[in-house]
């Protein structure tokens, strides 16, 4: 047996929620390019099975699940999708999400609602259902925000549901330690089209400083494989999070209105 087929022995493959596209897209790349197997899920059939046919090129198994997850019976039916097709995941990767932008009294309820399933419901479910799969060994990549950290006014919701993400996620990597490895990502603002599918405009998110989607990839995927508990990519964004920890509270909300408002 070749030293290259000993590699890809057992590198755990790896189910990516909104793989299509932005950081997810990405990290499909970073864990198809160290030889692990994928398993793709997202909604937009097209870019899905392109993605999946390159992966495949490069000598992995890259499974496409085309499927809308902003439902209420998603997570069960993901999960029962998996099983009938017999992939051992490994890794779980809790990435798909959305943002709402603009003064929450004015926002649709129906897209609070979608924030709230994909953002907080989704990975929590999907969280809860594979770990009844793990018997020891396995990660979790939950995928939260330095906007978790702090009140956002202007993307209320979305800072909300970041901050559930992210004390859930270094809650349960305490719960889990020794037995699964649970690793929380933070970015900060990406070169993605997120700000533009949340009606952002013109806001001044990202202005100042931004991250590509493949490093953010290769830093969560660096520090997941270390056991990592929270990765923020950027040095910048950790300067951020410092500052809005010893900063009061009401400076801060005043600060993220102004940096989430127009430019």
Do not use: W
């Amino acid at each position: 047996m070749s030293a290259a087929s000993v590699e890809r022995d057992d590198p755990g493959t790896a189910l990516i929620t909104g793989a299509s596209a932005g950081i997810g897209e990405a990290l499909a790349r970073e864990f198809a390019a160290h030889d692990h197997d994928v398993v793709l899920v997202a909604r937009r059939e097209d870019r899905l099975e392109a993605l999946a046919e390159e992966l495949e090129s490069e000598e992995v198994t890259a499974t496409a699940i085309v499927m809308d997850l902003d439902r209420a019976a998603a997570a069960e039916d993901l999960h029962e999708t998996v099983r009938a097709r017999d992939l051992d995941v490994e890794i779980l990767v809790n990435n798909v999400g959305v943002g709402t932008y603009g003064p929450f009294a004015e926002s649709a309820i129906d897209a609070e609602r979608t924030q709230l399933r994909l953002n907080v419901v989704l990975p929590v479910e999907l969280t809860r259902l594979f770990l009844d799969e793990f018997d020891g060994g396995e990660k979790v990549l939950n995928v939260g925000s330095v906007a978790g950290f702090q009140p956002g006014p202007n993307l209320a919701g979305y800072y909300a549901s970041k901050a559930y993400v992210n004390s859930f996620t270094e809650a349960i990597a305490e719960e889990l330690r020794g037995r699964v490895d649970v690793t929380l990502l933070c970015p900060g603002p990406v070169d993605t089209d997120f700000q533009s599918r949340a009606g952002m405009g013109d806001s001044a998110v990202g202005s100042l400083t931004s991250n590509t989607p493949a490093a953010v990839a290769e830093a969560a995927y660096d520090g997941l494989m270390a056991g990592e508990t929270v990765v923020v990519p950027s040095r910048a964004m950790r300067v951020v999070d410092l500052l809005g920890r010893v900063t009061p509270r009401p400076i801060v909300r005043r600060i993220a209105k102004v940096v989430n408002g127009d430019r």
